[in-house]
T-cell receptor, first 113, second 113 residues
Framework: DTAVSQTPKYLVTQMGNDKSIKCEQN?????MYWYKQDSKKFLKIMFS???????INETVPNRFSPKSPDKAHLNLHINSLELGDSAVYFC????????????FGSGTRLTVV | GENVEQHPSTLSVQEGDSAVIKCTYS??????FPWYKQELGKRPQLIID?????GEKKDQRIAVTLNKTAKHFSLHITETQPEDSAVYFC????????????FGTGTRLQVTL
């Protein structure tokens, strides 16, 4: 069983479209994250939810909206996609306080054309 | 907020040699320092971590050292093998409800035969 699963694995879409990425974890963690990894491999946090509550919201455009229906799921919806949104998006989960580090999902490679 | 610097950005070693990757952090409240290995096209995976109450930790060919006074921590890989080739990320956090890992910029390690 995959601990943190993301769908889809690949996403190719045109500029201006709206798309969603889904993430689910079965580790019993109560904190989930979205990270963006750009072409230079930099890993930057976007959002974090703890028990369905948004606790970290870095300077991310309003076009990005996370949703956590329960503590095992964290989805990312992106409106009006731009070329600069092309990246790999990683979901991750941890126990509260990241005391043992993260478990990452396998990533979603988003390509905006 | 926390800022983590990582050096070198690329490192090439011959099989059997040692590799050392160094990181510095800025937030004196940081108390947890994991290291992740990311193979091409894969997710980052935790390989070793260290907490601020410990100066050194070893796991087979991998060791981490932490100097809290200087805010430095390092990853040491001995007897490198071709399968050690990957991008390595250091990270830092102060554990708490709103914790997040701040990652270094990554080191691409190439182990040559």
């Amino acid at each position: 069983d995959t601990a943190v699963s993301q769908t889809p694995k690949y996403l190719v879409t045109q500029m201006g479209n709206d798309k969603s990425i889904k993430c689910e974890q079965n580790l019993g963690h109560d904190t989930m994250y979205w990270y963006k990894q750009d072409s230079k491999k930099f890993l930057k946090i976007m959002f974090s939810y703890n028990n369905k509550e948004l606790i970290i919201n870095e300077t991310v455009p309003n076009r990005f909206s996370p949703k956590s229906p329960d503590k095992a799921h964290l989805n990312l919806h992106i409106n009006s996609l731009e070329l600069g949104d092309s990246a790999v998006y990683f979901c991750a989960s941890s126990r509260t306080g990241a005391v043992d580090g993260y478990t990452f999902g396998s990533g979603t490679r988003l390509t905006v054309v | 907020g926390e800022n983590v610097e990582q050096h070198p950005s690329t490192l090439s070693v011959q099989e059997g040699d040692s590799a050392v990757i160094k990181c510095t952090y800025s937030d004196s409240a940081s108390n947890y320092f994991p290291w992740y290995k990311q193979e091409l096209g894969k997710r980052p995976q935790l390989i070793i971590d260290i907490r601020s109450n410990v100066g050194e930790k070893k796991d087979q060919r991998i060791a981490v050292t932490l100097n809290k006074t200087a805010k430095h921590f390092s990853l040491h890989i001995t007897e490198t093998q071709p399968e050690d080739s990957a991008v390595y990320f250091c990270a830092a956090t102060s554990t708490g409800t709103a914790s997040k890992l701040t990652f270094g910029t990554g080191t691409r390690l190439q182990v040559t035969l």
